[in-house]
């Protein structure tokens, strides 16, 4: 298929030093943006509770946003999954378990009232508040007095006389988010208009590890790539091609940084793409190039990258459409993390196309201009040889 009918004859490499300066900017922008605003953590990253509802009538994501706020859960994402008429969001919050740090002090309080208590303890991460009682103590009693603080109990734990025989220890497990989801929309009810289909949960620590290892994977993606690039092509190639992957890596993290949009395991699959996508543009220009600089001897360096840019013009232009194209239809009826994943990915396709042409092949040129200044200031520091 023949997009461009006529060779084109574009000078691209004239407007690199203003595109190699916006770019910088805008990177930089970004970068300063990351370090000070951040990112909108997903559960996969921050830690926190998914619940899956499917509703038996008619509702939008508006109404369920409403009855949870006036259930008491005003920190809390709605999102449809599937078409309009399945009825079926998820809800994502922060947190596992009811017990937070704010509640935590209110939790100890209403245990401390109980009577005669002492080394009352809350490990947050589990959603656990463990303390001691001169008294032996009904875990319904205790049950009572922790539910009146403002959090679910699963359960309380009578773990008996202590070794040293000083006390009676207790173990107060909270509920789970879900559970306080399912009250705070069944509030009211006779029987709720809902079924529960799926709950996942995501510990702060398993969170923390999860964005480590996504930023691991596209390093070592990063790594292996130039490493290719490397071995295919001679030393001055490879910068471009690594300056071009952290260009677009850069310009996509923006997206999310801007839109405040989820940034979780979706948004590292779609970097991942990108990183992939971004060096095969890459390096099918490099590979026009170097065709050309044995076909075009004499020529200047600039001059050859120009005509291998317009040659591999009508190329670009195909893949890159045809693979927007399809992205189009997943923004129209695409939503939450598909809608993230196209809008990801278009960013991507624009500035990848963008880099090859004005990242990687102006720091060839440098990297080309750099070496011949280089070669008469070595070879003037030569010794004369002896007669």
Do not use: C
């Amino acid at each position: 298929m023949q997009i461009l009918k006529h060779k084109t004859n574009f000078d691209f490499i004239s407007k690199r030093k203003p595109a190699l300066f916006i770019s910088t900017i805008i990177n930089l922008a970004i970068i300063v943006g990351i370090a000070t605003v951040g990112f909108n953590f997903g559960v996969d990253f921050a830690g926190g509770t998914v619940v899956e509802l499917k509703y038996n009538t008619p509702t939008t994501a508006e109404q369920v946003r409403e009855r949870a706020q006036k259930g008491g859960l005003h920190d809390v994402s709605v999102q449809g999954v599937g078409a309009a008429e399945e009825n079926s969001f998820l809800l994502r919050m922060g947190g596992v378990t009811q017990l937070t740090v704010e509640n935590a002090e209110q939790v100890k309080a209403a245990i401390q009232g109980l009577g005669e208590t002492r080394s009352v303890y809350a490990d947050m991460a589990n959603g656990i508040v463990n303390f001691r009682s001169a008294q032996p103590m009904s875990p319904e009693a205790v049950k009572k007095a922790v539910e009146g603080a403002g959090i679910g109990v699963q359960e309380v734990r009578d773990l008996g006389a202590n070794q040293g025989g000083t006390g009676y220890d207790y173990q107060v497990v909270a509920s789970g988010m879900a559970d306080k989801v399912f009250a705070a929309l069944g509030a009211g009810m006779e029987k709720p208009d809902f079924e529960q289909r799926r709950v996942d949960y995501v510990g702060p620590q398993v969170g923390k590890q999860l964005r480590n290892r996504g930023v691991m994977a596209l390093v070592y993606s990063m790594v292996a790539i130039l490493i290719y690039v490397a071995f295919r092509f001679d030393f001055k190639f490879g910068p471009g091609a690594l300056l071009a992957m952290l260009h677009d890596v850069i310009m996509v993290a923006g997206y999310y940084l801007v839109s405040q949009r989820e940034f979780n395991l979706t948004s590292i699959a779609a970097l991942l793409t990108i990183v992939g996508y971004s060096v095969n543009d890459t390096i099918v220009i490099y590979d026009r190039i170097r065709e050309d600089m044995v076909k075009y001897k004499g020529k200047a360096l600039p001059e050859i990258i120009n005509i291998a840019v317009n040659d591999t013009l009508g190329r670009t232009i195909l893949t890159s459409g045809v693979t927007a194209l399809s992205l189009i239809g997943l923004l129209i009826f695409g939503v939450g993390e598909i809608f993230d994943f196209a809008m990801a990915m278009l960013v991507g396709i624009l500035v990848g196309t963008y880099s090859s042409v004005y990242i990687a092949s102006p720091v060839v040129i440098w990297l080309d201009e750099r070496a011949a200044h280089r070669e008469p200031h070595e070879g003037s520091k030569q010794e004369p040889k002896a007669a």
